[in-house]
């Protein structure tokens, strides 16, 4: 068993437009989600498992540092945008990992217009970005169910509680 080089995971939009062609031309089905993805723990890898699924490819759209800090604030991201990007690249559930620098990844959605849009069931009821505009286009969205208790806030906070302790 050989092994993958986890970079040529991480792509760029413009060319991953031309990969998930060579994808659909194959029949197979074209699968996003997106996140900060700032400190990888178990509940990341099951909801990403779960959105993997069945013959799909999955494209996870990785916020940028930039647009990390606009969503959670100066202190964050803890991990670099390209050390986020290679953890994710290194899970075999993920297929592509792309990075965007807006707070929403509405723009990427309406390039790549993947078949299938997956946000965590908190989102349901809610407003997704590019939700309108994938059903619009023959796609769906999906949720995922969360792993309970596994929170990047909670586990930074709980890190910070355990060194005040020493």
């Known amino acids: ?24 031309k ?8 997106n ?10 890898i099951r909801y990403l498992e779960k959105a993997k699924g069945s013959n799909r490819i999955l494209i996870v759209g990785l916020n940028s ?7 959670k604030g100066t202190g964050r991201p803890i991990c670099s945008q390209k050390m986020r990007a290679a953890v994710l690249a290194a899970l075999s559930c993920v ?15 309406r390039s790549l217009r993947p078949d299938v849009l997956i946000k965590g069931a908190d989102w349901k009821g809610r407003p997704v970005a590019g939700g309108d505009f994938t059903r619009e286009n023959g796609g769906r969205v999906e949720f995922v169910r969360f792993e309970p208790g596994f929170s ?14 020493t």
């Open 65 to 71: 540092d930039s647009s990390v800090r606009k969503i």
């Open 35 to 44: 996140g900060c993805f700032d400190i990888i723990h178990y509940g990341h």
């Open 95 to 109: 297929d592509y990992v792309t990075l965007f620098s807006q707070e929403t990844p509405e723009k990427l959605i």
């Open 152 to 165: 990047t806030s909670r586990l930074i906070q709980k890190i910070c509680r355990s060194g005040k302790k």
């Open 26 to 33: 194959k029949g197979r089905v074209i699968a996003f989600t």
């Open 1 to 24: 068993m050989g092994t993958v080089d986890t970079r040529k995971k991480i792509v760029a939009s413009g060319q991953l437009i031309k990969v998930i062609q060579r994808h659909r």
